[in-house]
């Protein structure tokens, strides 16, 4: 089963959801934090790394020789990452790329007429992988200026074992890399608090999951602050609200030290056991 955690924005408390249900689950757990902009759960888990991989992407390499400044591969790119600019009163011609545009699709090397384009590769991150106890870690990271998440989202999912329980920290927001993160899941928990802020990114959320038709519900953190529109929103549409974690000074506190909620104060374990039960039992 594939577990996702995701909010509607950071800070909600997802990665603090994701690491304490990963560790309530007794064994055969494996964790992927996908949010490559900015991963946290090792910090938590401690994992020991064991392998580290490097991400590329295919970008195109222009023979200028070749060209004939046809503007071919311009048309074709959808995300404008090449520009081209033809010769004229006797000044050559120019091909341009922008390689932080660049999706690696291909397109502009499949389409040269000319054969001027060859793909070549480019690094824009890493994966590292290893072991939390007895829980198989991998995260990925973004190279420092690299804007391309999905990519190595894409290589952390190439670790999913889909024998094991797999819970996935998912980046916050609901753009491109949330939505590749969460396809094929089975399940995702939408971590939100009780703010008009975080109302607005939960529905935001849930309509993504809409599309994406994968089952979802709520844990609701800091569910003593805020009001209670949260609660009536998911009531009118029918979205199981699966926890209420209080908002505690002691839990700031381990989650400042970086202290897993089950790992400070074991009491709490009951609770995301209970949270990985409902899940499960809404899946089959
Ligand atoms: S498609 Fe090929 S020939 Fe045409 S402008 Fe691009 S690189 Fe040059
Ligand atoms: S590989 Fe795709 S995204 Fe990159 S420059 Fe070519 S067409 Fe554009």
Do not use: W
């Not at 004229?88 to 502009?108: D, E, M, Q, V, W």
């Not at 928990?189 to 599309?211: H, Q, S, Y």
Request: hydrophobic share 40%; glycine share 8%; charged share 25%.
């Amino acid at each position: 089963m594939i577990i996702s955690v995701a909010s509607g924005k950071g800070g909600t408390g997802k990665t603090t959801v994701a690491v304490n249900l990963a560790l309530s689950i007794n064994d055969n757990v494996q964790f992927l934090d996908c949010d490559a902009e900015e991963p946290n759960a090792h910090i938590f888990l401690k994992p020991e790394i064991k392998k580290t991989a490097k991400v590329f992407i295919p970008v195109p390499k222009i023979d200028e020789a070749k060209c004939a400044y046809c503007g071919r591969c311009r048309e074709v790119c959808v995300y404008n990452a090449i520009a081209v600019i033809p010769p004229s009163a006797g000044r050559k011609g120019k091909t341009l790329f922008f390689p932080n545009l660049c999706h690696g699709c291909g397109s502009c090397s499949y389409f040269c007429p000319e054969g001027a384009i060859k793909e070549v590769n480019r690094e824009i991150g890493e994966i590292e992988t290893g072991y939390a106890g007895s829980i198989e870690f991998a995260h990925g990271r973004l190279n420092i200026g690299e804007a391309m998440a999905p990519p190595v989202i894409r290589e952390i999912k190439k670790h999913i074992k889909t024998e094991c329980t797999v819970i996935i920290d998912a980046p916050p927001g609901t753009s491109c890399p949330v939505v590749e993160t969460l396809k094929r899941s089975d399940y995702c928990v939408l971590v939100t608090e009780p703010t008009p802020f975080g109302l607005n990114d939960l529905m935001l959320a849930v309509e993504v999951l809409r599309k994406l038709k994968i089952p979802f519900g709520v844990v609701i953190n800091r569910a003593d602050l805020g009001d209670e529109k949260t609660d009536l929103y998911c009531d009118k549409e029918n979205i199981p609200i699966l926890m209420r974690i209080p908002f505690k000074k002691e839990i700031a506190m381990a989650y400042s030290k970086g202290e897993p909620i089950v790992m400070a104060f074991p009491e709490y374990k009951k609770e995301f056991i209970k949270l990985y039960e409902d899940i499960a039992g809404q899946v089959q």
